[in-house]
């Protein structure tokens, strides 16, 4: 059973930066997909990166493009989302995904079967 806890997140202004953390437990070896997805309130949960955990590529969501960045180090067995250039509009819960194996798609929530609690991040302009 794999577990997945979230820190980092926070209030900031608009411009600012913070990085999120996804520790990952009960993963071992393997292949295996990790995604960052948010959902802000009354909207739907939306992808905005994911990589995969023994492979170079990695996906971004158009709105984020060029200002976070996800990256793992495996030695700690957790996965990082670097977010900067902060707008509000990057104000939602932030929750880190995982399956064992790779996904066809890492923005899509549908395949994955862990999660984590999430954590809330909220940037004011």
């Given at each position: 059973q794999v577990q997945l806890v979230e820190s980092g997140g926070?209030?900031?202004?608009?411009?600012?930066?913070?990085?999120?953390?996804?520790?990952?437990?009960?993963?071992?070896?393997?292949?295996?997909?990790?995604?960052?997805?948010?959902?802000?309130?009354?909207?739907?949960?939306?992808?905005?990166?994911?990589?995969?955990?023994?492979?170079?590529?990695t996906s971004y969501a158009d709105s984020v493009k060029g200002r976070f960045t996800i990256s793992q180090d495996k030695a700690k067995n957790t996965v990082y989302l670097q977010m900067n250039s902060l707008k509000p509009e990057d104000t939602a819960t932030y929750s880190c995904a995982a399956r064992m194996g790779w996904v066809p798609d890492l923005l899509s929530s549908e395949y994955y079967n862990n999660w984590g609690q999430g954590t809330q991040v909220t940037v004011s302009s």
């Open positions: 926070g209030s900031v202004q608009a411009g600012g930066s913070l990085r999120l953390s996804c520790a990952v437990f009960g993963y071992t070896y393997g292949s295996a997909s990790m995604g960052w997805f948010r959902q802000a309130p009354g909207k739907e949960r939306v992808g905005v990166a994911g990589l995969y955990i023994d492979g170079d590529r």
